[in-house]
């Protein structure tokens, strides 16, 4: 079993930034596809970003193309979401997740997750 931990949520001011890290334990964390999920109250689940445990493939909701990226250091069991210029449509629950499937872009893909961090963005 794996475990997620995220953290560097908190308030911005529109245009800002955060980095969210996730550490995980357990089983080598680069045999997994990595991704970064968001929700709203009310809303379902929806992808930010996913990422190949080797690092070389990426993908990206097109809400987020530009602004935001995804990255890991797998010699630190770890993968973090850099979000720039942030939005006020950007406040939500984040959520990191483990995978082992490709293409891997719903809830559905993922085994692990972390317990979320909010992330709110003040207009």
């Known amino acids: 079993q794996v475990q997620l931990v995220e953290s560097g949520g908190g308030l911005v001011q529109a245009g800002g930034s955060l980095r969210l890290s996730c550490v995980a334990s357990?089983?080598?964390?680069?045999?997994?596809?990595m991704g970064w999920f968001r929700q709203t109250p009310g809303k379902e689940r929806e992808l930010v970003g996913t990422m190949l445990g080797t690092g070389d493939m990426t993908d990206y909701a097109e809400s987020v193309k530009g602004r935001f990226t995804i990255s890991r250091d797998n010699a630190k069991n770890t993968g973090y979401l850099q979000m720039n210029s942030l939005e006020p449509e950007d406040t939500a629950v984040y959520y990191c997740?483990?995978?082992?499937?490709?293409?891997?872009?719903?809830?559905?893909?993922?085994?692990?997750w972390g317990q979320g961090t909010q992330v709110t963005v003040a207009s």
């Open positions: 997740a483990a995978g082992v499937r490709w293409p891997a872009s719903t809830p559905r893909d993922y085994l692990y």
């Open positions: 357990g089983r080598t964390f680069e045999v997994y596809v």
